[in-house]
C-alpha cells in the first residue's frame, strides 16, 4: 500500500496538515483534498482564493472550484459562484447531492443557499483597495467602472499578469485518488469569465487508476489544451511523472507565453511539477512527515520563437 501523501500548489502547504491528518486515520482523499481547499478559502491574505481572492473588474469576488473523485469518476464544480465562504464544499455538494456536475453564477448562488452553505463578504477591505489601484491605472473608479457599456477595453488593457489559484491531489490508505481546485481566478477578469480550474479535464483531473493532475497559471490554456486530463492519460500511457509535467508546460508554451504551471501525482505516491517562470514553488506532505515539504517547480521555458 502506499503512503498517503497529499501535492499541492505552493500556496497549498498551510492546508496540508489538516489534509494528511484525515489520511493518518484511515479517512478518504476526497475528505483530504475537501478540508485543505477550505483552510486557503477561508485565509483572507491569499487574494487568489475564496475570501479575499482578487474581484472580477467590476468588484465582484467570483470562485470557481471544482472536485473530482477518481475513484467514482463523480465530479462537482461552481463557477463565477458569489458570496459563499467554501465554493469547493458548494462543489462537493453538487457532486453528491444533486444530478448535475457544474452549476454557474446565480443557479450556484442559489444551489448554495439551498444546501445552507456558509455566506461570506468575500471582498475584503485590502482586496477592494487592490481593485481600486489596479482601476485607478486604467484611469477609471468604482464609480466611473459601473456607468461603462463596454468593459472590454479595461480588462485587455489591465489584467493579463494576475493569476493564482490552490490545488490538492491526495492518495489515500486504501489507494484512492481525489482532486480539488479553487480560485477567485483571473483577477478583474470580465464578469462572468469562468477559467480551467472548475473544468474537470482542464484545470482538474484524477483517475486512481493512473494518477492525478491539476493547473495553475492562464487558465485559457488548460481549457484549451485539456491539460489534466492529458495529463493523466500520459500517466496512463506509462510516462513518468516529471515527464509528464514537463509535457503539460511545453504544450502551453506550443500556444502562448503565459504563465502555466501543473502538478502530478501517481498512484504510487509519486510526483513532480514543472512551470514556465521562474521561482514557482509547489508543496507535498505525506503520512510520515511532520510538517509540509515545498521545491521548486522544474522550469520549462518557452524559448525563443
Ligand atoms: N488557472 C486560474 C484561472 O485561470 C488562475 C491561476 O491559477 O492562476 O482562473
Redesign the pocket.
Same mark, same amino acid.
Given at each position: 500500500m502506499p503512503v498517503p501523501i497529499i501535492v499541492a500548489s505552493g500556496n497549498g502547504a498551510p492546508g496540508l496538515p489538516v489534509g494528511i491528518r484525515i489520511l493518518a486515520r484511515g479517512g478518504s482523499a476526497l475528505d483530504a483534498v475537501e478540508a485543505c481547499a477550505k483552510v486557503i478559502e477561508a485565509d483572507p491574505t491569499d487574494t487568489?482564493v475564496g475570501r479575499g481572492g482578487r474581484p472580477n473588474v467590476l468588484g465582484e469576488v467570483e470562485l =470557481?472550484a471544482s472536485i473530482v473523485d477518481g475513484t467514482t469518476h463523480r465530479t462537482g464544480a461552481v463557477a463565477a459562484l458569489q458570496g459563499y465562504l467554501h465554493p469547493i464544499s458548494v462543489a462537493r455538494a453538487v457532486m453528491e447531492r444533486g444530478p448535475h456536475v457544474m452549476l454557474v453564477g446565480e443557479g450556484a448562488a442559489r444551489f448554495a443557499k439551498e444546501i445552507g452553505a456558509s455566506k461570506a463578504q468575500n471582498l475584503t477591505a485590502a482586496t477592494r483597495k487592490l481593485w481600486v489601484e489596479r482601476l485607478r491605472a486604467a484611469g477609471e473608479t468604482p464609480a466611473s467602472i459601473r456607468r461603462r457599456s463596454k468593459l472590454l477595453p479595461i480588462v485587455l488593457n489591465t489584467v493579463r499578469e494576475h493569476?493564482?489559484?490552490v490545488n490538492f491531489l491526495a492518495l489515500d490508505r486504501k489507494g484512492h485518488l481525489a482532486s480539488a481546485v479553487t480560485?477567485s481566478?483571473?483577477a478583474y477578469k470580465y464578469p462572468g469569465r469562468v477559467? =480551467?480550474?472548475p473544468i474537470v479535464g482542464a484545470?482538474n483531473y484524477c483517475d486512481t487508476r493512473y494518477g492525478a493532475a491539476a493547473?495553475?497559471?492562464?487558465?485559457?490554456l488548460?481549457i484549451r489544451n485539456l491539460s489534466a486530463k492529458t495529463a493523466v492519460d500520459r500517466l496512463a500511457a506509462g510516462m513518468r511523472a516529471d515527464e509528464v509535467a514537463h509535457s503539460t508546460i511545453a504544450d502551453a508554451n506550443a500556444l502562448e507565453d503565459a504563465a502555466f504551471n501543473v502538478v502530478v501525482l501517481t498512484t504510487k505516491g509519486e510526483h513532480a511539477s514543472a512551470t514556465n517562470r521562474e521561482g514557482r514553488q509547489y508543496a507535498w506532505m505525506t503520512t510520515e512527515m511532520k510538517e509540509a515539504a515545498t521545491a521548486p517547480r522544474a522550469l520549462v521555458p518557452r524559448g525563443p520563437r
Amino acid at each position: 500500500m502506499p503512503v498517503p501523501i497529499i501535492v499541492a500548489s505552493g500556496n497549498g502547504a498551510p492546508g496540508l496538515p489538516v489534509g494528511i491528518r484525515i489520511l493518518a486515520r484511515g479517512g478518504s482523499a476526497l475528505d483530504a483534498v475537501e478540508a485543505c481547499a477550505k483552510v486557503i478559502e477561508a485565509d483572507p491574505t491569499d487574494t487568489s482564493v475564496g475570501r479575499g481572492g482578487r474581484p472580477n473588474v467590476l468588484g465582484e469576488v467570483e470562485l =470557481d472550484a471544482s472536485i473530482v473523485d477518481g475513484t467514482t469518476h463523480r465530479t462537482g464544480a461552481v463557477a463565477a459562484l458569489q458570496g459563499y465562504l467554501h465554493p469547493i464544499s458548494v462543489a462537493r455538494a453538487v457532486m453528491e447531492r444533486g444530478p448535475h456536475v457544474m452549476l454557474v453564477g446565480e443557479g450556484a448562488a442559489r444551489f448554495a443557499k439551498e444546501i445552507g452553505a456558509s455566506k461570506a463578504q468575500n471582498l475584503t477591505a485590502a482586496t477592494r483597495k487592490l481593485w481600486v489601484e489596479r482601476l485607478r491605472a486604467a484611469g477609471e473608479t468604482p464609480a466611473s467602472i459601473r456607468r461603462r457599456s463596454k468593459l472590454l477595453p479595461i480588462v485587455l488593457n489591465t489584467v493579463r499578469e494576475h493569476f493564482g489559484t490552490v490545488n490538492f491531489l491526495a492518495l489515500d490508505r486504501k489507494g484512492h485518488l481525489a482532486s480539488a481546485v479553487t480560485t477567485s481566478g483571473w483577477a478583474y477578469k470580465y464578469p462572468g469569465r469562468v477559467g =480551467d480550474s472548475p473544468i474537470v479535464g482542464a484545470g482538474n483531473y484524477c483517475d486512481t487508476r493512473y494518477g492525478a493532475a491539476a493547473c495553475t497559471g492562464y487558465g485559457e490554456l488548460a481549457i484549451r489544451n485539456l491539460s489534466a486530463k492529458t495529463a493523466v492519460d500520459r500517466l496512463a500511457a506509462g510516462m513518468r511523472a516529471d515527464e509528464v509535467a514537463h509535457s503539460t508546460i511545453a504544450d502551453a508554451n506550443a500556444l502562448e507565453d503565459a504563465a502555466f504551471n501543473v502538478v502530478v501525482l501517481t498512484t504510487k505516491g509519486e510526483h513532480a511539477s514543472a512551470t514556465n517562470r521562474e521561482g514557482r514553488q509547489y508543496a507535498w506532505m505525506t503520512t510520515e512527515m511532520k510538517e509540509a515539504a515545498t521545491a521548486p517547480r522544474a522550469l520549462v521555458p518557452r524559448g525563443p520563437r
